[in-house]
């Protein structure tokens, strides 16, 4: 999704340089522009469901996860079992990541930014979460509450949204 996502960014990008837009005859970036207003939306929703999120909500959505998970897992062992765990878990990440957050987030990065670092941050950032959810998911859950991720999440959001501001004034 990582590599999908920098592509469909980098061909915005692209699209905006051949079709440059000009108000006041100033040409303007609007890949960039369209990027700081994602990432600015992304930052506020993401801010109000923390301040609206409630337990329950948190425990469904950790039932379904936990269904989806018992619905594609291999039964048995071996080979086969681990071949049906990895599709499984592609299949499953391909899906939950398709159209969410950290896709059109990684697009509008990618369009306002160098596609290698945002490849190379994307991965490492799914990397480290994905360690974190695989190893310590659970131990982590115990320190940090659903609500203080969020919040995290939704002022990074809003930093990387200034920072690409930033350079959209800068030239």
């Known amino acids: 999704m990582t590599i999908v996502s920098v592509i469909l960014g980098r061909t915005f990008h692209y699209i905006d340089g051949i079709l ?19 990432l600015v939306y992304f930052g506020v929703t993401t801010l109000i469901d923390a301040s609206s999120s409630d337990s329950q909500k948190a425990e ?13 897992s291999g039964n048995g062992a071996g080979i086969l079992a681990a071949a049906s765990t990895v599709i499984s878990t592609f299949v499953l990440v391909f899906v939950a990541e398709w159209g969410d957050k950290s896709f059109f987030s990684t697009i509008a990065l990618a369009a306002a930014s160098s596609p290698l670092g945002v490849i190379g941050g994307a991965l490492a950032g799914h ?8 190893a310590g998911g659970t131990l982590l859950g115990t320190f940090l509450s659903e609500k203080v991720i969020a919040y995290t999440g939704g002022v990074l959001f809003l930093v990387f949204a200034g920072i690409t501001l930033v350079d959209i004034i800068r030239g």
Do not use: C, H, M
């Not at 990397?127 to 695989?134: C, F, K, R």
């Open 60 to 72: 469904d959505e950790q039932k379904e996860a936990e269904l989806a998970v018992s619905e594609f």
């Open 127 to 134: 990397g480290v979460a994905t360690l974190l959810a695989v």
């Open 20 to 38: 440059p837009f000009s108000f006041g005859g100033t040409d303007l970036p609007i890949d960039d522009i369209a990027a700081v207003g994602l």
